[in-house]
């Protein structure tokens, strides 16, 4: 039973079209009030004035004059990018796509996948692929706190005293990041000027974060690669392919989101 009567009675039935066709993978919720507010949607013909727009099904809406199919079951699938690919689905300069490189690395039958945060053009390693919109903004929120861990090549001498210091997190130009855990991978002294690998974990994934954390402390990166998002890992996966994470691990992922505990780290 609804705990907030009145609430029941004033909330039309069903959900906002915007989450509906979000978890029908066909685009973000944020790319989905574009796409309404420019006249795309249509529900029985006539245009979707509003994102708020509350409907017990998809039945009748067509995007771009094609009609909306039921959503399929969630996939989550991992994907080794390589550096030089833009995280994005075109670029009108013609500059590769992670897309150009998943045609050749996916079933030609594919739903829709839509990129699960962003990897910049020179970073490399572990981005999660969904058809799944929800999914993909339950996995971008910070407040999920699902923890994102990078290895960084970076030039120029730190202590590890250094970086533990980042644990409690750190302000630069302004932008507050949240606790760091990070540290000289083994064999590393941190001593002197020369390239060192170091090991980071993060859970808000703000732009850039590793590198201006890095570059804050003196180093300049000449290398990032994603290892893990969240339990899922880079592992061996070849660069450039793409695998699909199985059914009973996105499960249970999922169980933990939504049960508000925080996800594990791979390591």
Do not use: C
Request: hydrophobic share 35%; aromatic share 4%; proline share 7%.
């Amino acid at each position: 039973m609804p705990t907030n009567p009145k609430q029941s009675e004033d909330r039309p039935e069903g959900d906002r079209i915007a989450k509906l066709l979000a978890r029908a993978g066909v685009a973000s919720r944020r790319e989905i009030e574009r796409m309404i507010a420019d006249g795309r949607i249509t529900l029985n013909g006539n245009p979707v004035e509003t994102p708020a727009t509350f409907l017990a099904s998809l039945k009748g809406v067509s995007v771009d004059g094609k009609p909306v199919g039921p959503p399929e079951p969630s996939q989550l699938y991992a994907f080794h990018k390589p550096t030089g690919l833009l995280t994005a689905e075109r670029d009108f300069s013609g500059r590769a796509t992670i897309y150009d490189a998943l045609a050749n690395a996916l079933p030609k039958d594919m739903p829709r996948l839509m990129p699960i945060g962003r990897l910049d053009l020179n970073t490399e390693g572990l981005l999660l692929l969904t058809n799944d919109g929800e999914l993909k903004r339950m996995m971008e929120l910070p407040s999920s706190g699902i923890p994102r861990t990078y290895r960084a090549r970076a030039f120029g001498g730190v202590s590890q005293e250094q970086l533990e210091g980042l644990i409690e997190g750190v302000e630069i130009d302004g932008v507050r990041y949240g606790s760091i855990n990070a540290n000289l991978e083994r064999g590393a002294s941190g001593q002197g000027v020369k390239n060192q690998w170091i090991e980071m974990t993060i859970t808000e994934g703000k732009n850039r974060e590793v590198r201006r954390v890095l570059e804050y402390l003196g180093l300049k990166v000449n290398r990032l690669i994603r290892t893990s998002y969240g339990p899922f890992e880079l592992a061996d996966l070849p660069r450039g392919q793409a695998v699909r994470i199985r059914k009973g691990d996105l499960d249970k992922f999922v169980s933990t989101l939504k049960r508000g505990r925080k996800p594990e780290s791979a390591g």
